[in-house]
């Protein structure tokens, strides 16, 4: 295990904020991040895992370990109409998305250019144009930090939900993801129920789309909404979509026409932050040197040389607003460090 100190973690999160690590590792193999962990506890110093680094705002340096994840590996294994594909955490998602496809393994292409790492896409269930990673998994193979030992747990004890798992909970964060399983299959029979999804497939004249083409479909039209975190800096959506009492909903609706609104089970309604964000007049916004992107104004971004304070002050200020405009609550995506 080589620790590095002072390590910039410039190239370690997408929003390209320049801080640095008390202490650096880079783990690929179950015995390094052991050892890894041994060594903060020995060490008595904090750790904080890194996978891409999509997902996280640093508004600091980070005292302690940083533990980045690099284990690698894809294992594929067919058995007639389906596959088990086992992920190591350090996978890039996007190039594993293609490989499967490549392969003739189909399920995850409503999943394409998503930044990240595989070992992150349990963490917060990611989600896009109709699909989320949970209805693909079997289960999460992890690191116990309590009980040093390597667990697999189902999936369905993982308590999916919308953009959340166990994960994210005080009862999951003994656990580190150290790799994913999936079940794809051979048959090629993609999902087209998101209404943008089926909007431009409709435009390219495409009736009955093969998964290619739901994922050529959909990284087009990440690549017009979303910028490219290599070019901007930011971490995608940086609030959930808020699921509000359908009394709300109603009253809002006198109001707001137009505001778009998704039935859940429990009766509540989904409604989209992005369209309540651009209403209230945010989208394209600039504060300092960070702002609102000008396409999607779910997605705050780093114009050069801002830092993670400027985000969170943005943040806090959207938020404030959207409160006093609709009585929303906006909940933040992104871990804030
Ligand atoms: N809208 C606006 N203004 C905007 C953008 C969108 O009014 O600037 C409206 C649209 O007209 C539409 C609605 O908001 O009625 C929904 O927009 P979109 O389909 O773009 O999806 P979203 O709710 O903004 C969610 C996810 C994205 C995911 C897309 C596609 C969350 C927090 N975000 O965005 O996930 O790619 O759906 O499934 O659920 C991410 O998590 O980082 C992410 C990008």
Not at 119 to 143: K, M
Not at 166 to 176: D, H, Q
Not at 259 to 279: H, N, Q
Not at 314 to 320: E, H, N, R
């Amino acid at each position: 295990m080589i620790i590095e100190n002072n390590k910039s973690l410039i190239r370690f999160n997408s929003f390209g904020f320049d801080v640095s690590a008390e202490h650096y590792t880079a783990v690929e193999n179950i015995a390094d991040l052991h050892d890894a962990i041994c060594w903060t506890l020995e060490h008595k110093k904090p750790c904080l895992i890194l996978g891409g680094g999509s997902n996280i705002v640093f508004t600091r340096n980070v005292e302690g370990l940083v533990i980045h994840m690099a284990l690698k590996g894809v294992d594929i294994t067919e058995q007639g109409k389906t596959a088990t594909v086992r992920v190591a955490a350090g996978e890039n998602w996007h190039k594993l998305v293609e490989k499967t496809l490549s392969r003739g393994l189909f399920g995850l292409e409503n999943l394409a250019l998503i930044p990240g790492q595989a070992g992150a896409a349990p963490i917060q269930n990611i989600g896009a144009y109709g699909i989320e990673v949970c209805q693909r998994l079997s289960s999460v193979e992890v690191y116990d930090t309590q009980d040093r030992c390597e667990r697999t747990l189902p999936a369905a004890e993982c308590d999916f939900a919308y953009r959340h798992s166990l994960f994210k909970t005080p009862a999951g964060r003994r656990y580190i993801v150290t790799a994913i399983n999936l079940i794809l299959s051979t048959v090629d029979a993609p999902d087209v129920t998101y209404r943008a999804l089926i909007d431009n497939l409709a435009k390219k004249n495409i009736v009955t789309p093969s998964a290619r083409q739901v994922f050529d479909t959909v990284c087009d039209i990440r690549t017009q909404k979303l910028p490219d975190p290599a070019v901007i800096g930011n971490a995608g959506s940086f609030f959930k979509n808020p699921v509000i009492k359908r009394q709300l909903f109603d009253t809002l609706k006198t109001n707001y026409p137009d505001l778009p609104g998704f039935p859940e089970d429990t009766g509540r309604i989904k409604v989209p932050a992005a369209w309540l964000i651009d209403r209230a007049g945010w989208k394209g916004q600039r504060s300092d040197r960070v702002g609102v992107h000008r396409a999607q104004a779910l997605v705050l971004v780093n114009h050069g040389g801002g830092n993670g304070q400027q985000i969170a002050m943005l943040a806090d200020k959207i938020q404030q607003d959207i409160l006093q405009r609709y009585g929303v609550h906006l909940e933040r995506e992104p871990m804030l460090y």
